[in-house]
Structure formats: C-alpha cells, structure tokens
C-alpha cells in the first residue's frame, strides 16, 4: 500500500497548465521539504506505475478560500479517474493539530477542525460521487502529529480507519543509546498509541499506525542509517505486535534496518495464531521476547531457546550487516542473499 501525501499535502496545489507532472519549490537548497508543491494532469498518471496496488491518496486541508476548494475537487476527478479500484481511503489534512500559529489561528479548536473536515470532504465526496460513482468514499483521519486533539471527543462519522502519527524523536536531541536502543523508550513511544486507540474504542473503527517511524524530518546521520536502528526496529516491531492494536547522489545500498524486517518475520514465523511476549528486563538496553504459536513456546524461549544472530560489529555500523550468517548488502549481490559463517546458537537467560 502506498500512501500519496504526508507533510507535502497541504502545500500542494493544482495548475492544468503546468508542463511538468511536479514542480516542487524549496526554499533552499539543502531544504529536504518542499515549501510548495504544484502538480498538473500527468501527475496523476504516477498511479499507474505500480499494478495491484492500494492507495491513500491525500489532499490539501492548510489551503482556504474559493481556488483552494477548486483545486481540491479537480484532483478528486482526477485522482479518481486515475486510482479507480485499488483505492484503499482517501485522507484530508496531515497533522493538522499543529496547524494553530501556522495556518491558523492559535485558538483553533477540535470543534473548528472537525467543522472544516466535514464541509471539505462532504464537497470532495460530492465530486467523486460525479466523476467516479464506483470508487470508494471513505476518509482516513486524523492522521495527528499526536494525540493534542485526538480524544474521545473526535467523533467523525464519515471516517473508515483512525489513526495518528508518532515518532520516537526529532533529529535533536536524540541519541542512539538513549532512544532508539532503549527498550523504555520504545514502550513509551507505542503506549501513545495504545492508550488512544482504546480510549478512541467506542467508534468501532480499525485503528492504524500512521507515520511511525524512528526520527522525524527524514532521519538523521549516525541514527537511522546504522545498525543501531536495526536493533531499534527488531524491538519496535515485536513490541508494537505484542500490544492490543492492529537519495538523490547516494548509491544503491541495503540500509541496516532491512534486516530488522527479516529477523521480525522470522520470529513471527507463518503460523495464523503467533503471539510475541516481552520478557521483562532489569536494564533498559535489552529487549527479550517469547515467541508462542497456537499457545505453544516456539521462539526465543525462556530458559534455552534456538536462536539466528542479528549482527554488525558494532551498533553505528552501516554495512556487514547480517541475519543468521546471511547478508544482504547491495554491493555484494545487489541486495540478494549470500551465507557469511551461517551457525545455530543456544542461548541461556538468567532469572529477573
């Protein structure tokens, strides 16, 4: 599933005339963000590029007045017409919460959001419900930074999926060690959303992990492409799935986080019924889990369990990275397996 929007959303506008599919300005040229995003018809041509695949599509809740809400119902034609069936929802706004002070006012209420959501999407499903009768309707919302806005009060109607946005951290003032390798920051970072999504219960509505990730503002050199956040997504992910709730210039590399993902499945194995536990520890360095399939210890046992390393030399590595003696380093084999050294282990935890 791909999502088309986050930050950028509501700074995009529609040109017809524009000869480019995007014209992205920046207001510098080391800015990783654009300050405004323009896109023409060929824009939506982007959506067919990858076949058998959903879509959110996102559209621009910061701009106000008679030409923003036009542009809004012209990319609704085209998004549509574009999209059709492998639609998943649409998404209007990202992290407005933080909009009061930035385009509006610093009184800017829940009651206020929830007013401008409802006129704005009932205008866009409107036009869908014109130009796409058999493409879907449904919104998914809020998609806040956090949970300032995000209480049992948000009640829309319309919404199909809830979920908000969290990161461990921005880029300052977080550290390897103390955030992403630490487990505490980590149950933290998740309880957030495990406290919103059962206090947001009585909607009856599937709640999502929206953009959650590990440093804002697209990362940091020395946090997120080392192996240190290889270990921090091993943890996250395992952790996240034992709670209640479902470059440009830059050469081809296998960043060290892809091999979180392998050790995550591995440790999930293929049964329909597995269920990680978290072995509680006495430091806030270590993160043990129990893996059970159909009730049964299967993983990463208490006392004596089989184990496959996740291993690098040491935790700010960025290549040499491994899954059980296997690598996947692009310079190797562009990003296909090769066995490095692969070995069963054993592993002994002591009483805590």
């Given at each position: 599933m791909v999502r088309v929007g986050g930050g950028t959303q509501d700074r995009a506008l529609y040109d017809p005339l524009l000869p480019l599919a995007i014209n992205n300005t920046f207001p510098t040229a080391t800015s990783d963000q654009s300050t405004t995003v323009t896109i023409s018809p060929t824009f939506f041509e982007s959506f067919q590029i990858f076949p058998n695949t959903r879509y959110i599509h996102g559209f621009n809740q910061g701009k106000n007045g008679t030409s923003a809400l036009t542009s809004l119902l012209h990319q609704a034609d085209l998004a549509c017409r574009a999209i059709g069936p492998n639609l998943h929802l649409w998404e209007l706004g990202n992290e407005n919460d933080l909009a009061p002070g930035r385009y509006r006012p610093m009184n800017w209420t829940l009651t206020a959001y929830v007013g401008e959501w409802r006129e704005k999407t009932a205008a866009i499903v409107e036009q869908l419900q014109k130009s796409c009768p058999d493409v879907g309707t449904?919104?998914?919302?809020?998609?806040?930074?956090?949970?300032?806005?995000?209480?049992?009060?948000?009640?829309?109607?319309?919404?199909?999926?809830?979920?908000?946005?969290?990161?461990?951290?921005?880029?300052?003032?977080?550290?390897?060690?103390?955030?992403?390798?630490?487990?505490?920051?980590?149950?933290?970072?998740?309880?957030?959303?495990?406290?919103?999504?059962?206090?947001?219960?009585?909607?009856?509505?599937?709640?999502?992990?929206?953009?959650?990730?590990?440093?804002?503002?697209?990362?940091?050199?020395?946090?997120?492409?080392?192996?240190?956040?290889?270990?921090?997504?091993?943890?996250?992910?395992?952790?996240?799935?034992?709670?209640?709730?479902?470059?440009?210039?830059?050469?081809?590399?296998?960043?060290?986080?892809?091999?979180?993902?392998?050790?995550?499945?591995?440790?999930?194995?293929?049964?329909?019924?597995?269920?990680p536990l978290s072995i509680p520890r006495k430091s806030d360095t270590e993160a043990v889990y129990a893996v059970y399939d159909n009730s049964i210890l299967a993983r990463l046992g208490y006392r004596i369990a089989k184990v496959e390393r996740l291993d690098a030399g040491e935790s700010d590595a960025t290549e040499g990275v491994s899954v059980g003696g296997v690598v996947y380093d692009y310079v190797l084999a562009e990003g296909r397996p090769v066995v490095r050294n692969r070995t069963e282990e054993s592993m002994e935890l002591q009483d805590v």
């Open positions: 449904g919104f998914v919302e809020p998609s806040f930074a956090w949970d300032r806005y995000a209480t049992p009060g948000f009640e829309p109607a319309e919404a199909f999926e809830i979920g908000i946005n969290g990161y461990m951290n921005s880029q300052s003032p977080s550290t390897l060690r103390g955030t992403l390798m630490n487990h505490s920051s980590i149950v933290y970072s998740i309880s957030k959303h495990v406290n919103l999504s059962q206090a947001l219960s009585n909607l009856d509505l599937p709640f999502i992990l929206g953009e959650s990730n590990s440093i804002s503002g697209q990362g940091s050199n020395g946090l997120t492409n080392v192996f240190g956040s290889a270990l921090w997504l091993l943890d996250y992910d395992l952790w996240c799935a034992s709670q209640p709730i479902a470059s440009r210039g830059i050469p081809p590399t296998t960043r060290p986080p892809y091999y979180a993902n392998i050790m995550v499945a591995k440790a999930l194995g293929r049964e329909h019924k597995t269920q």
